[in-house]
């Protein structure tokens, strides 16, 4: 045995960190939520402070939950006033699917190949321990580290749905191919502390 795997401290991460569900929505119920989120989503641009200044988000990011519910992360206060029809018909979807009670979505949107997703992970004090994410648009790179020295790598397509524990880390990287523009919805149970 290697050194390395004499001294390994047990896998954090159990197993069943996350699933990956190719066609999770129909080429037609995908491209027709695509579309009409392009459309009809309130899009903002976002700032955070960090190191001392303020930096742009590289993403457009929008939002629906329970009314009221506030998701708050970098600093930026998200809060909800409800579900549009499409999108609560997937929630529905989503909380049989996987077993959580999602009350809120983050959406992203990533125009170019330059917007991205840094790593990080979603285990914020308020966040349950599972999310259930959709992809639509463009098929971009996504690396995550299930265990504490691995890194998995998916192509999330049009329609894909990607569940994963919170505390694993993730990253959408930028690119330099063209690519069109990719939305992302990530469902998220967010819980009083
Ligand atoms: O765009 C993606 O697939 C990643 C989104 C993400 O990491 C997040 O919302 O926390």
């Known amino acids: 045995m290697k050194d390395k795997q ?11 960190a996350f699933a990956h569900v190719d066609d999770y929505l129909t ?29 742009r988000v590289p993403r457009l990011v929008s939002w629906y939950g329970d009314p009221g519910l506030n998701y708050r992360y970098s600093g930026n206060h998200h809060t909800a006033t409800g579900w549009p029809e499409q999108i609560e018909t997937l929630r529905s979807r989503l909380t049989e699917f996987v077993g959580t009670q999602f009350n809120f979505v983050l ?12 790593w990080h992970t979603d285990d914020e004090a308020e966040m349950g321990s599972q999310i259930a ?6 098929t971009r790179r996504f690396l995550l580290e299930a265990t504490t020295d691995s890194k998995d790598i998916i192509e999330l397509a049009h329609g894909s749905l990607l569940t994963m524990r919170t505390n694993v880390r ?7 191919r063209p ?6 919805l990530t469902f998220r149970r967010i819980v009083a502390i």
Do not use: C
Not at 6 to 16: C, L, R, V, Y
Not at 133 to 138: K, T
């Open 27 to 55: 080429g037609s119920q995908a491209d027709e939520l695509f579309v009409r989120l392009l459309k009809a989503a309130p899009w903002r641009e976002e700032w955070i402070h960090l190191y001392g200044r303020e930096v």
């Open 133 to 138: 994410s959709i992809s639509l648009g463009a």
């Open 6 to 16: 004499m001294n390994a401290k047990p896998e954090i991460i159990p197993q069943g």
């Open 107 to 118: 959406l992203n949107r990533y125009r170019t190949g330059a917007d991205y997703m840094g």
């Open 170 to 176: 993730h990253s959408l990287p930028r690119t330099s």
């Open 179 to 184: 690519v069109g523009e990719r939305i992302n």
